[in-house]
């Protein structure tokens, strides 16, 4: 007998997440570029709703289903809204898949450099993490269709990739899709889809039609709202029904679903940053691109930088956090101790990010 409570098995070996730097050098002006965040602030809307609901008063609970958001979600895509499922934040409905699916000697898949949170959702619902090597960066179909057990319950894939920025087209979505068993779901995690520009992307909705078996997670995060915390799941009757008996009771908060709708609606603002994020995006990658320096290419709202050793990768960032650049080192969460991730923020931002690094030149 133990003297003190004692943890289910594992819990005491997962990483806890680490969020990106949010703290300058001293003395030195941060500009926050680890995090994904928008740059171009939050929707007028969206905020005039927030300020609304709370000016409405903040002492009765908030409609338990989302029914606002919901109704929203559906108008704008075309979608049913009792398909959709909201959570505080698209990590909240993660976990929740996790913790209705896998259990103690089921197995659950993800690629390579998929995104950290992944390993936390499995390792707390007991199971095992399969990981799948991936082809340059980008996730493997045959990779992960290799590595499928009879004990595979689930399989994440994050479309764009957080950190790598890479992406599956709808083919091989699709191909992934067929090659798993009925009884395997399929989390398409479309955090980035907001940002994507690619003509043959597809953020799984039709995937979602047309099986019981595949879901799609989305977040307002990355597009103005990551302080309100809002993520939403689109997927079949039964999974949402089953993961709603789970989830806690008013789990997202009155203005933050009246805002996430108003988010939804705005339409041109949503146009405008995912312009914004592309030609900044693209303008980055041409002017780092070098002998020294390879991005990887990207369809989110941020790159990967490679440097030729993690020493360099090292001294880069240490160049930009002394000048109040903040972005992410992505050796200890993600393996890849030679790359940087810099999200894209500001014009004037993006301009010092590449004068330093190309005048550091990847040098030690």
Request: hydrophobic fraction near 40%.
């Amino acid at each position: 007998m133990s003297d003190r409570p004692v943890p289910r098995p594992g819990l005491l070996t997962i990483a806890p997440y680490v969020p990106g730097r949010s703290q300058a050098a001293p003395g030195v002006a941060p500009v926050k570029l680890s995090a994904n965040e928008s740059p171009l602030g939050t929707s007028p809307r969206a905020l005039h709703a927030f300020n609304q609901a709370v000016s409405e008063g903040l002492e009765i609970y908030p409609e338990g289903t989302s029914k606002h958001l919901r109704v929203a979600l559906g108008e704008v895509n075309g979608l049913d809204p009792d398909q959709i499922l909201c959570g505080n934040g698209s990590d909240d409905i993660l976990h929740l898949l996790a913790q209705s699916f896998l259990d103690v000697g089921h197995e659950a898949i993800m690629s390579r450099y998929g995104f950290s949170v992944y390993p936390i959702i499995t390792a707390a619902a007991g199971a095992t993490l399969v990981v799948a090597e991936e082809t340059d960066y980008t996730a493997d179909v045959d990779a992960m269709l290799a590595v499928v057990t009879e004990r595979t319950k689930m399989v994440f894939l994050a479309n764009p990739n957080n950190p790598t920025g890479t992406y599956l087209p709808a083919t091989e979505l699709e191909r992934l899709h067929r090659g798993l068993r009925p009884d395997i779901l399929l989390v398409i995690d479309s955090a980035y889809a907001d940002f994507v520009t690619a003509g043959d992307y597809t953020a799984g909705i039709e995937l979602v039609d047309n099986a019981r078996n595949v879901v799609m997670v989305r977040t307002f995060s990355k597009i103005g709202l990551a302080a309100a915390r809002v993520g939403w799941m689109y997927g079949p009757r039964e999974i949402v029904d089953l993961v709603n008996r789970i989830r806690s009771p008013f789990n997202l908060n009155r203005p933050a679903q009246y805002a996430a709708a108003e988010a939804a609606r705005d339409i041109e603002f949503n146009t405008r940053l995912r312009e914004y994020n592309a030609d900044w995006r693209d303008w980055l990658t041409q002017s780092l691109n070098s002998n020294e320096m390879r991005v990887v290419p990207s369809q989110g709202n941020f790159i990967l930088v490679l440097f030729p050793d993690a020493a360099r990768a090292s001294a880069a960032f240490q160049a930009l956090y002394q000048q109040g650049l903040i972005v992410r080192e992505v050796g200890d969460s993600y393996g890849i101790p030679n790359g940087l991730r810099i999200s894209i923020g500001p014009e004037d931002a993006m301009r010092r990010v590449v004068g330093i690094l190309k005048d550091f030149g990847g040098r030690p």
